[in-house]
């Protein structure tokens, strides 16, 4: 058990990583053009009504005495007051939580399904029909931006076929996921792109090492030598990889649901950034990078629990 050692200390060295991204995105929120006060009121606003709304969020506060509210917000687990919304911030995340929660775990699903076989099928046919035809098309999956391809996948399986809903979150369970399908496969398809050539790579390499070559002077299958040995030997770096693409997952998310109208935190987050929410963007942020931190975390996990001489 001294190898999971690094759950004991690992989150304290993430707290000055989330201290960091917190003052970051204070910053930049804050540089974006234009007074909240004065977009909550409108063109007909009189001075006096938007100096209370100001005073009322403690916008007329200097920068570093708004980051000490902030800060002490974060403390007592609140993450202050939505300007536009006017209710608790953290209970208005929470309500979008699970629609983006979902694709996120669909996508990911997805991706999974479709880079191990495909990673496995070109790895076995090296240099033949197959894996020249996997190598393009992953490639390929590298170029598309993720907005282009969710609306080339609409005009395709909701316009033209009528498979599947063009936009939406739907009532229950059933609607829901046919309504996430769509938007899964087309994170899922760009993302796969990346792990598929990871694995095939890795994959590659464990056939020629040598517990390989000592399997098969054993007279092991080629089959069970390649599910048994290499396969979960080659998952390492690509467990390590979907944790680093947690971050670019994430922000794919941002811009799909944006696409296909999902009510999650990512068009919250769009929504908030147009009307000039401080609160609501930076909370967004601040549990997206929690959201990271943890994964990354839970990917150090697996990394430690599938290669055992692997110490962190």
Request: aromatic share 8%.
């Amino acid at each position: 058990m001294h190898r999971y050692r690094f759950v004991l200390f690992r989150p304290l060295q993430l707290v000055p990583v989330l201290l960091g991204i917190s003052l970051i995105t204070f910053m930049l929120v804050r540089a974006i053009p234009g007074d909240p006060a004065r977009i909550l009121l409108g063109v007909r606003s009189t001075p006096a009504a938007i100096a209370r709304i100001r005073a009322q969020y403690a916008l007329d506060q200097p920068l570093w005495v708004q980051y000490g509210y902030f800060l002490n917000n974060l403390l007592h687990g609140e993450l202050g007051r939505s300007i536009v919304y006017r209710i608790d911030t953290l209970k208005l995340i929470m309500t979008r939580i699970e629609p983006t929660l979902c694709l996120v775990l669909g996508s990911v699903l997805l991706a999974l399904l479709l880079t191990v076989p495909l990673a496995a099928a070109a790895a076995r046919r090296r240099g033949r029909f197959a894996d020249r035809a996997i190598r393009l098309l992953s490639t390929a999956g590298l170029g598309f931006p993720a907005f282009w391809l969710g609306i080339m996948m609409i005009l395709l399986f909701s316009v033209t076929l009528g498979w599947f809903p063009v936009s939406g979150y739907g009532d229950t369970w059933g609607e829901r996921l046919h309504h996430l399908a769509l938007p899964s496969l087309t994170v899922a398809l760009a993302l796969s792109a990346v792990l598929t050539r990871n694995l095939r790579a890795s994959l590659l390499a464990e056939l020629k090492a040598d517990y390989v070559t000592a399997a098969r002077a054993r007279g092991q299958e080629e089959g069970r030598i390649f599910w048994r040995h290499a396969m979960p030997n080659s998952l390492v770096p690509t467990v390590n990889l979907l944790a680093v693409n947690i971050g670019w997952l994430i922000g794919s998310t941002v811009v799909i649901e944006s696409v296909f109208a999902i009510p999650g935190m990512g068009q919250l987050l769009v929504k908030a950034i147009f009307s000039r929410d401080y609160m609501v963007v930076q909370g967004v942020v601040m549990v997206f990078a929690l959201a990271t931190v943890a994964v990354n975390l839970l990917a150090d996990l697996l990394t430690v629990a599938l290669d055992p001489r692997v110490k962190l």
